[in-house]
């Protein structure tokens, strides 16, 4: 059936960094046996400092909801512990049938752990809402090529996408538009309550939630009812702890009050953690970036201030892009964990450029205040320029105050900018962002699929994630066709001309890319991060 054949399987694969899984096996034996959290012995206490934004897959395009949906969510689609190949998860098949049409064939008598039938309308009612809320919090933009679904039975489901040869659908269903949910029970246009979600047990992954505290904890248990490609939990349930602190979630793991610690601890306290013979320090696969974006509407001299000037808010952003300092940063706040990064696509992915390097600061990719001052005195902008530039404390972090309060140092160092910089927690942040209240804020991205596409369409497609009101035809177009150019040599000049049209026009200014570190403190076995960056915890066990 079809013409998704392995050729061009191999083909997609081919063109993807290499990574490899994180998994933990013989640590050293440290408390917290965990006896008294669940139904048996073997329960696994993991903690984070990262936050949900909601469980609905429709509301959501962050890490830390994703390290709970990928738990819980059945999807079509996946990849295996340590690839990075798309396969059949919750499908029985998945493959292209026409150049326009993917189509996936579900096993028959599958159930929701409610005991609701799951069933192909289950999967177009999953998409159908995800396009119609377009939650501006949420990935429908990552729905650009669907076209419509249809389900010519109760194990059928037929994708038809706008343009043929799509290079990355099949991704796209792995990450957060791909979740099926239980339309018993989720809303069709509007985000659905966590607390209804978990009421209704509406789960299909590998586990359920059998307690939800917002943010605070979160206890999973197996799913009995879960088919799918991943391999059985093989413990007797999960709890996630949230952190408000990382030094707290440092003390957690040394004490052995939690078995792993992930996202996030500051590279001060994993240097002092690799030096403790009892924990595990684990580097994971590579792909988040740092950036400043910028808000195209409300930055000095944005569309819709009273000075509004598309030439004067374009030096803004160059002279911000001749004034970081990255290696300053790396070295100095991260002591290298993060690296310098001078385009949009990371170190690692076919077609990653240096496109910012040669065109701001000294052309080598440090800062030039000289060149700074140059770019607003050519259009007449008035300095000290005054820049209200926010970031979040809780999310991307302990050190991002350091990291912001550098880039505040380095921006004001030579008069050429006033900055007002300011804090706020991620979930009232979350919302500001995309509300027009940040004139230029920080954003950090950790990839949701293996392909260099994840980091161009999300962020400057003219509906994109950001919601910054960047809109640039041109950079549209190409994101398009990049998506559906078969050939991995012309595919890749693509991916490197947009990067080079997106550095003239700066939607945002790149920063630093690093790895995920998580930390073990007990002898725990199996995967947690696999090769396409997801959090998993099955089959984890001690």
């Not at 939800?212 to 391999?231: A, I, Q, S």
């Not at 390097?357 to 607003?376: C, F, M, S, T, W």
């Not at 230029?440 to 497609?461: E, I, K, R």
Request: charged letters at 20%.
């Amino acid at each position: 059936m079809g013409t998704t054949s392995t050729k061009r399987r191999i083909a997609l694969a081919a063109a993807l960094p290499a990574v490899a899984a994180l998994t933990l096996a013989g640590c050293a034996s440290g408390g917290g046996d965990g006896g008294d959290a669940g139904s048996g012995d073997n329960v696994i206490l993991i903690g984070t400092t990262d936050k949900v934004t909601t469980l609905d897959p429709a509301g959501s395009y962050d890490n830390g909801s994703l390290a709970v949906q990928t738990q819980v969510f059945p999807y079509l689609v996946n990849t295996n512990y340590n690839e990075t190949e798309v396969v059949p998860d919750l499908a029985e098949s998945a493959e292209f049938t026409s150049p326009t049409e993917y189509t996936v064939t579900l096993p028959k008598g599958l159930k929701w752990a409610n005991g609701n039938d799951l069933t192909s309308s289950d999967v177009k009612f999953s998409f159908d809402r995800n396009l119609k809320i377009a939650d501006p919090n949420g990935a429908s933009s990552l729905l650009y090529n669907l076209a419509s679904v249809e389900t010519p039975d109760d194990t059928t489901v037929v994708f038809t996408l706008k343009t043929e040869n799509d290079q990355v659908f099949p991704f796209i269903l792995t990450s957060f538009p791909g979740a099926i949910v239980d339309e018993e029970t989720f809303s069709a246009d509007a985000v659905t309550p966590d607390k209804d979600i978990v009421d209704a047990e509406a789960f299909g992954g590998p586990y359920t939630i059998t307690s939800y505290k917002f943010n605070e904890t979160v206890e999973f248990t197996p799913n009995p009812e879960y088919k799918g490609l991943l391999d059985a939990p093989e413990n007797d349930g999960v709890i996630l702890s949230y952190y408000a602190e990382s030094s707290n979630l440092k003390l957690g793991v040394q004490q052995g009050d939690i078995d792993v610690a992930y996202r996030s601890l500051a590279p001060t306290d994993i240097a002092d953690l690799q030096g403790d013979d009892k924990l595990k320090v684990h580097e994971g696969p590579g792909g988040e970036i740092r950036y400043i974006t910028f808000n195209f509407n409300t930055q000095p001299f944005g569309a819709t201030t009273p000075e509004a000037d598309p030439a004067k808010a374009l030096a803004v952003r160059q002279a911000v892009a001749s004034l970081v300092d990255r290696e300053a940063i790396s070295d100095q706040v991260y002591n290298g964990t993060y690296t310098p990064l001078y385009s949009y696509v990371p170190e690692g992915f076919a077609g990653a450029t240096d496109a910012l390097k040669g065109l701001y600061g000294d052309g080598e990719g440090g800062p030039d205040a000289a060149k700074a001052k140059e770019i607003l005195d050519a259009a007449g902008v008035a300095t000290p320029v005054a820049l209200s530039l926010q970031y979040s404390p809780d999310h991307y972090g302990p050190s991002s105050g350091d990291e912001y309060a550098m880039v505040e140092e380095q921006l004001e160092a030579d008069g050429l900018f006033d900055i007002d910089l300011k804090s706020t927690e991620w979930v009232q942040y979350s919302k500001d962002r995309t509300a027009d209240v940040y004139p230029a804020y920080q954003l950090g991205w950790f990839p949701d699929y293996s392909d260099a596409d994840n980091y161009l369409a999300p962020f400057f497609l003219k509906e994109n994630f950001l919601g910054n009101h960047y809109d640039n035809p041109e950079v549209n177009d190409l994101i398009l066709k990049q998506a559906v150019t078969p050939d991995a040599t012309e595919r890749q000049g693509l991916i490197e001309e947009i990067q080079a049209k997106v550095a003239a026009d700066l939607s945002t200014v790149p920063l630093l890319q690093g790895a995920q570190t998580l930390v073990s403190a007990s002898d725990i076995e199996g995967v947690v991060l696999d090769a396409s960056f997801k959090l998993r915890f099955a089959p984890l066990t001690r």
